[in-house]
């Protein structure tokens, strides 16, 4: 049994994170040749369940579905403070730094907001990319708006999350990622790609993850009040919803379990 969390490769093979090392073969040697000696495959969506059937020939029934829930970061006892965020308005982005995680859409969109008070934290694990990240915000003469950090604690990776005025999501790679989930649970607004909406419905603000200017769009929405609370209340149905779908994995695995011990 092998879990698969997205299969994002085949819609981006150029990706720099491919073509620059062997991931991108090892991910289809092991897709093209070991998928088939597995019993069953558990994958993140419904998106990635089409994928392996489609293009590994995968039987369906071999593939379960088991949606994301929150991380570790929400379940810390404690709140570290962060003081020089100590009543500040900001959006978080929780994600390391990585191509794929389009950090620099953020800094471009800030040329065209309204809001110039609100702050950007970015929370994550450099992956060779944080360096260039900082060298266009320095470039643009944003060092006051945009706090970055690495290898928090918990706890302080849950004042993040708590104390956050929404949290926003650019990555190219999805439809599922776990902070989509983590902004429902915790009744935050989330800015997600559009190109995923068909897996968040009415639960996001939504941007073109290609386009900074949509982008500024979607953050000058965070303070029309209404728009805020019908995202933060879709969102809590949309939590809610996985959740109930995650009986569906329940259910079939135990059917798979059953099947083979009987």
């Known amino acids: 049994v092998v879990t698969i969390l997205d299969l994002c490769h085949l819609d981006y093979p150029n990706l ?6 062997k991931e991108f073969k090892r991910r289809e040697d092991f897709l093209k040749n070991e998928i088939k000696k597995l019993y069953f495959t558990v994958v993140e969506s419904e998106d990635t369940k089409t994928k392996l059937h489609t293009y590994y020939n995968m039987q369906k029934e071999n593939i379960l579905i088991k ?6 970061n929400l379940i810390a006892q404690n709140i570290d403070e962060i003081s020089e965020l100590k009543n500040k308005k900001f959006i978080f982005y929780p994600s390391n730094y990585l191509f ?10 800030f040329k065209n907001i309204t809001n110039k008070n609100i702050k950007i934290v970015f929370s994550g694990n450099d992956r060779g990319y944080l360096k260039s990240i900082k060298n266009l915000v320095n470039k643009n003469n944003l060092n006051n708006i945009f706090h ?3 290898e928090l604690n918990l706890s302080a990776m849950k004042f993040l999350y708590t104390n956050c005025f929404a949290i926003v999501f650019p990555s190219i790679f999805g439809p599922a990622n776990i902070p989509l989930f983590e902004a ?14 068909k897996f968040s419905k009415n639960g996001a603000i939504y941007f073109d993850e290609f386009n900074a200017k949509s982008l500024a ?10 728009i805020r609370e019908e995202k933060i209340s879709e969102g809590k149905k949309m939590y809610q919803y996985y959740r109930n779908e995650d009986k569906k994995f329940i259910n079939s695995l135990n059917h798979k379990f059953n099947k083979n011990t009987n």
Do not use: R, T
Not at 16 to 21: A, P
Not at 184 to 197: A, G, M, N, T
């Open 100 to 109: 794929h995680k389009n950090h620099k859409l953020i800094i471009e969109a």
């Open 67 to 72: 949606y994301f829930d929150i991380s570790k």
């Open 184 to 197: 429902w649970y915790l009744k935050k607004p989330i800015l997600y790609p559009s190109s995923f909406s």
């Open 217 to 226: 769009q979607a953050i000058d929405l965070l303070d029309v009040k209404e």
């Open 148 to 150: 970055f950090y690495e």
């Open 16 to 21: 720099k994170e491919y073509s620059k090392s």
